[in-house]
Every structure is written in C-alpha cells, then in structure tokens.
C-alpha cells in the first residue's frame, strides 16, 4: 500500500523567511503533484514532476523531486501572506500513468506578518 | 465558460436515502475522478474513469456508485447514505501527465 507523507503537519513562519515542505512517499513512482487550498475552497493545481531531478518554480514556490530517495520538496521563498494555505502532495504509483492520486495528509501553512 | 462544475453545492439528507452528486467538465479530458476530503483523513480517492465507460474503483469506494455514459459527465451515487458519508465530495478531471483540475465540491451531510 502505497503511504505518502509530509512533514511538518503544520508550519507558522514569519514573512520574508524560507521554508521547506518535505514530501516522502513509500513506493516508487516518478509522478507526482502538488496542490494548494485555501480554507473552505478546493484544490489548486500547483506543479506537477514527472522525472528524477524534475525542478519547477512559479513565483516563490519551487518544487522538486527526487525519486531515487522517493522525496519531494515544496521551497518557499522569502514567504508572502497571500502564501497561507494547505499544500498537498500527491503520487501517481501506477506506472501506467492512470493518475490514480494518493494524498498526503496536507501541510497548513501561516505566514505572519 | 470552460471548467469543471459539481451541483448540488450543498446537500443534506437523511440516512438511507439515494443522492446523486453531478460533476461536468468541458475540457474533454479523459480521466475524471471522485475524492472525498475528511478532517484527518485528507483526500481519498473514491472511484475514477480512465475514459467513457470505463471506471475502477479507488481507495473507498463502499457504498458508492459511478456512471460515465459521456466523456463529460462523472456523477456519483451513494445507494443508501450513512452518516459517515458526511464529506466533502470533490470531483477532478486531467489528462496523463498534465496537472488535474479539481471541481468546487460538494459538502453532503447525512442527518
């Protein structure tokens, strides 16, 4: 059974900082995605890697992934408030790429002014 | 307008009884998807579609029934709610390899 985790649970970080929000998944897999919601709102689609070494940036968020340690990474740079959301991971194991998604637990994330 | 739309918004039922929830999506992407999100739980995959007429179940799918006669149309029926079906119902739609696009959801309460 395929498990996906992120860690931390929570993080409170203070604007203009950075942080790293870590993504381990338990099988091996070179899909994976990540999401932002914001409360009560549904899923935004955010970056999705599809090879060992992929690398994507949009804005102060930067992505990556590195299947051979099966670990992704959402940086934040020089944090924002408008950045205050939950962030989800997501893997695809299926190697068929059927899109079969398994969600890590989320990361709620609070920036402070 | 191009998107992905689910009705009802909200929905609130009784215990035993048949609901259907719609999700419609413009994009004619072939994957389509039914999550339902919970407090501890996040995002679990109920069942999804590769394609018209072709579905498979995910994570959870007890008690729930799909349908995709049309490429467009992905609706969910719960055969006989139960309280813990009280959930956040969120449709998806994508194509391989390319980032999904999730629907507005649907927050069902069964009483």
């Known amino acids: 059974e395929l498990k996906v985790e992120q860690n931390p649970l929570f993080l409170s970080m203070q604007e203009g900082k950075n942080y790293t929000i870590y993504c381990n998944y338990s099988?091996?897999?070179?899909?994976l995605y990540w999401y932002r919601q914001d409360p009560g709102k549904s899923l935004e689609s955010l970056f999705v890697?599809?090879?060992?070494?992929a690398v994507k940036q949009e804005g102060r968020l930067m992505a990556s992934l590195d299947t051979k340690a099966r670990l992704s990474t959402l940086h934040i740079t020089a944090a924002v408030h408008d950045l205050s959301a939950t962030y989800f991971c997501a893997v695809d194991a299926s190697n068929f790429g059927n899109e079969k998604l398994t969600f890590g637990t989320g990361t709620r994330l609070t920036i402070i002014p | 307008d191009a998107g992905i739309t689910q009705s009802p918004r909200y929905k609130i039922t009784e215990t035993g009884r048949q609901v259907t929830l719609m999700c419609h999506q413009t994009w004619s992407h072939s994957y389509m998807f039914w999550y339902r999100q919970d407090l501890g739980h996040g995002l679990r995959l109920i069942y999804y579609?590769?394609?018209?007429?072709?579905?498979d179940k995910g994570e959870v799918p007890d008690g729930y029934v799909v349908s995709r006669s049309k490429t467009e149309n992905f609706p969910l029926t719960l055969e006989s709610a139960t309280r813990s079906q009280t959930s956040v119902y969120f449709c998806?739609?994508?194509?391989?390899?390319?980032?999904?696009?999730f629907g507005p959801g649907t927050r069902l309460t069964v009483t």
């Open positions: 579609s590769a394609a018209a007429d072709i579905t």
């Open positions: 099988t091996t897999s070179d899909r």
């Open positions: 890697l599809l090879s060992n070494g």
């Open positions: 998806a739609s994508s194509t391989s390899g390319r980032l999904g696009y």
